[in-house]
């Protein structure tokens, strides 16, 4: 099997009720380009990053895809993936302007699409290639009820039905508003409605200075919070290891970390305790693996960012034995051939060969308004 061609796509797909909002960010569509990988056989492997559907910057992640690593790419042997990884990550003239953002999160994408043609071609599942089993439980926590946007009662109300209805028994909320004690009220309204026995996670998005968040974050404690994700700026190992030390909540971070080396320092600092790698920020499948490792020997559970809306991750989860919780947003469902499926609160393992990643119908047909 050799590769051919690299085609780009970007996906957009708009978000719950036409928009949502954390502490920092507001959202009206998710953002997905990536590459398609053709090869001599006729397999075709998909991999995708995730963005916040700003245009001009998903046009310069396909473009690195396809011009810079591209040529790099067209001749070889696509399930010589980890081989493919290290090539495309020690090519210095790319790595010269960039060993994280852009760059990094091209290799994501080419490193998932990667994967997807691998398991292909020997037609499985990800998570099967990769020593899994469908008997692993992998518990999905939902976070598409809790965002900041929401008023009190559309919150409460919404996290009601993800538990009573759809079956999840853990949520999560975010927090990070202009008024503390409002994000206080929040949370205690939640655990409220859905009694001791749900996990409640929370969200900060690094809104929090060290000094807000010790306040704050250290009054979680009142209504049995599973973590504070995020509480400050995401790359201050220092300042997450004194909170870690001052308040009884765990620690959740790692979305917005690119490289496994920012993982090590976190984790040897003692600044984590819920490790949150994602697939599409880290590059890909290969270097999420080295992070999911050495959480392990850690021994610390890694809980994964879905950049992706889960669609990899899910595969990963079923496979890796430091996972066993996954986020899940549904915003991807309808762009994806063979969407994650959640039933009574935990995922399903996917049947189909790949790694989750074929867009559906509507998504190739979109493709071309963007």
């Known amino acids: 099997m050799k590769i051919t061609k690299l085609e780009p796509i970007i996906l957009h797909a708009p978000v719950t009720r036409g928009g949502i909002a954390d502490s920092t960010h507001k959202l009206t569509h998710w953002g997905a380009p990536g590459v398609a990988i053709h090869t001599d056989t006729g397999h075709i492997g998909y991999g995708f990053s995730g963005t916040h559907a700003h245009l001009p910057t998903d046009r310069l992640i396909v473009d690195c895809i396809i011009n810079s690593f591209g040529p790099l790419l067209i001749g070889e042997d696509p399930q010589e993936v980890v081989a493919l990884w290290e090539k495309l990550h020690k090519q210095s003239e790319i790595y010269w302007v960039g060993r994280a953002g852009i760059t990094h999160l091209a290799l994501g994408a080419i490193d998932i699409a990667l994967w997807d043609l691998k398991a292909k071609a020997v037609d499985q599942p990800l998570w099967k290639l990769l020593g899994g089993s469908a008997k692993k ?74 000094p807000q968040a010790i306040q704050t974050a250290g009054r979680l404690v009142d209504f049995d919070i599973a973590w504070i994700e995020e509480p400050i700026y995401f790359d201050d190992v220092e300042g997450h290891r004194r909170l870690a030390q001052t308040i009884a909540t765990p620690i959740a971070l790692g979305e917005q970390l690119y490289m496994a080396s920012q993982f090590r320092d976190f984790i040897q600092a003692g600044a984590v305790h819920y490790v949150q790698p994602d697939v599409v920020r880290l590059a890909g499948v290969t270097e999420f693996w080295q992070v999911a490792d050495l959480a392990r020997s850690y021994s610390l559970p890694v809980v994964p960012h879905v ?28 762009w994806m051939e063979k969407p994650a499926q959640i039933v009574d609160g935990f995922y399903v393992a996917p049947e189909s060969a790949g790694a989750g990643m074929t867009p559906s119908l509507k998504a190739l047909t979109e493709i071309n308004k963007i």
């Open 137 to 210: 439980k992998v518990e999905a926590y939902n976070t598409d009820g809790g965002w900041l946007n929401w008023s009190l009662e559309t919150m409460v109300s919404d996290c009601k039905r993800l538990v009573e209805e759809d079956g999840y028994r853990a949520v999560k909320l975010k927090v990070g508003g202009p008024n503390p004690r409002e994000d206080l009220r929040r949370v205690e309204a939640v655990r409220n409605a859905l009694g001791p026995d749900i996990r409640i996670m929370t969200d900060a998005n690094g809104r929090w200075t060290l």
């Open 307 to 334: 950049g992706d809306m889960c669609q990899v991750h899910q595969h990963i989860c079923f496979a890796h034995p430091a996972c066993s919780l996954l986020e899940y947003i549904p915003w991807l469902r309808d």
